[in-house]
């Protein structure tokens, strides 16, 4: 089991940044992948940006140059650091994780975070 714990999210005008935080449980053991989904009105939930434990990272097209994803393995923490924001990025944004098998369903474990919300916005 896997309990994740959001940070941040707000209001902030186009142009500015704002920075996400997610702690997950376990610090004892490494969760091989976190990320980042959002969900706009009307829209499906789609990946923002992931890394792997290994370092490898993940993100939408749409964020890329703007966004960026780090991780604190020590304290089993991810961040999503938002530049440049646009009012398009305006969403409910998830911290996601993936951990162990399920075998249940031939695939990775998944937890998700509460959400945030992020309005970009004048």
């Known amino acids: 089991q896997v309990q994740l714990v959001e940070s941040g999210g707000g209001l902030v005008q186009p142009g500015g940044s704002l920075s996400l935080s997610c702690a997950a449980s376990?610090?004892?053991?490494?969760?091989?992948?976190m990320g980042w989904y959002r969900q706009a009105p009307g829209k499906q939930r789609d990946l923002v940006a992931s890394m792997t434990r290994g370092g490898t990272t993940n993100y939408a097209d749409s964020v890329k140059s703007r966004f960026t994803i780090s991780r604190d393995m020590a304290k089993n923490t991810v961040y999503l650091q938002m530049n440049n924001l646009k009012p398009e990025d305006t969403a409910v944004y998830y911290c996601h994780c993936l951990k162990g098998w399920d075998p249940a369903r031939l695939r990775p474990y998944d937890y998700w975070g509460q959400g945030t919300q992020v309005t970009v916005s004048s």
């Open positions: 376990g610090s004892a053991f490494v969760i091989d992948v």
